[in-house]
């Protein structure tokens, strides 16, 4: 995308950042507006708007990352686990693919979700949602 995506600036040495995790499919650095100290945001160095974006055959090298620095900043920041996260599209505040890798500590003020979170109104309004998708997953 070039010039644009800011997270292929931050790639291509146009935009300073704390990078943490520097590999020829992976790039993971400090978010600048971290909901904790060590908030990480790991992405795949080409261009990827969405998770949909990604080629399967890259997605393990991604969630690997991801994996091991699930494990790294507990360690890193004296935290107790982290909150991994993935905005696709609505709330993607940049339209490369990125996971959020936050630091949690029981009692952070974190609390869950960032969102409401609402009941289905019966079980056949479950069951009918859960049908829905298995159908569109069948539809490839």
Known sequence: MGDA????RVRDGDV??????????????????????????VLPREHRPTL??????????????????ASAVPTAMGAQGTFVALNNVVSQSVPHLHVHVVPRTKGDGLRGFFWPRHRYASDGE???????????????
Do not use: K, N, S, Y
């Open 5 to 8: 995506c800011t997270f292929c």
């Open 126 to 140: 479950m069951a009918e949602t859960a049908r829905r998708i298995r159908t569109a997953l069948a539809a490839g």
């Open 16 to 41: 300073p950042a704390a990078v943490v995790l520097d590999e020829p499919a992976i790039l993971a650095f400090l978010d600048h507006r971290p909901l904790f100290p060590g908030h990480v945001l």
């Open 52 to 69: 949909v974006d990604v080629p399967a055959g890259e997605l393990g090298a991604l969630f690997a990352a991801v994996q091991r620095l």
